[in-house]
């Protein structure tokens, strides 16, 4: 491992673990009825935490058809993303069991999409691209429903204005993602292990504590609502 690659996990942890007493601090200010925002806040960076820390140890990859393949992203990514999408949620509105069936669909989808990701990085050319074009697929139908039904619900919730900031970030950094991993060492080969790890970092901490800053931010002004 580079030690490119492994200041980038470093950096990981050690913001992934600041973010989360920032976000314990942020959620003793909540009201009781949002107090759910800084549980999905910090259970999103502290699963983070612990995925760059197993990486900056060594641990969380594995050797396949000569490359290097970090699975520890993906375990990352299969227990994050749907918190996140739960927290989109819970802007969206405050009973999320009269629109459980969405956000059940939400989330298989969303983990349809990460694990056919992985599927594509364990995967020879040209099988890799067939994965890549499965995955976003299943990527087209998350942000379908963000943009659709899911907002539609936010129109009658608590934060119309928080819940569009927060859809807007969602979505844009998530195109990012399969674009890295496209022109990365899981696709075309384009970024080297140092560049793409980086790329991978910043999106990780902007869509993880920066997303959890502005989703508790949104949340604490809900007190006096």
């Known amino acids: 491992m580079s030690a490119g690659v492994q200041a980038s996990?470093?950096?990981?942890?050690?913001?992934?673990?600041?973010?989360?007493?920032?976000?314990?601090?942020?959620?003793?200010?909540?009201?009781?009825?949002?107090?759910?925002?800084?549980?999905?806040?910090?259970?999103?960076?502290?699963?983070?935490?612990?995925?760059?820390?197993?990486?900056?140890?060594?641990?969380?990859?594995?050797?396949?058809?000569?490359?290097?393949v970090f699975f520890a992203r993906y375990t990352d990514w299969v227990l994050t993303t749907p918190i996140l999408l739960v927290s989109l949620a819970m802007m969206a509105t405050r009973e999320l069991a009269r629109i459980r069936t969405l956000l059940f669909s939400l989330v298989v989808a969303d983990v349809y999409m990460i694990v056919t990701g992985l599927v594509g990085n364990l995967s020879s050319s040209p099988h890799n691209y067939y994965w890549w074009i499965i995955s976003m697929v299943a990527f087209i139908a998350v942000l379908g429903m963000i943009w659709g039904p899911l907002r539609t619900e936010a129109a009658r919730g608590p934060d119309r204005a928080g819940f569009d900031k927060l859809a807007k970030m969602l979505t844009i950094l998530w195109l990012i993602y399969p674009l890295v991993w496209l022109i990365g060492t899981s696709g075309f080969g384009w970024l080297s292990y140092g560049v793409e790890s980086w790329f991978y970092l910043i999106l990780d901490v902007t869509a993880k504590v920066g997303f959890g800053y502005v989703a508790l931010t949104a949340a604490r002004k809900l007190k006096t609502t």
């Open 9 to 68: 996990f470093v950096i990981g942890w050690m913001l992934m673990l600041a973010g989360g007493v920032v976000f314990w601090v942020m959620s003793r200010s909540l009201p009781a009825a949002e107090k759910r925002h800084g549980v999905a806040a910090m259970s999103i960076v502290f699963i983070a935490f612990a995925n760059y820390f197993a990486m900056a140890l060594g641990q969380g990859h594995v050797n396949f058809n000569g490359e290097t």
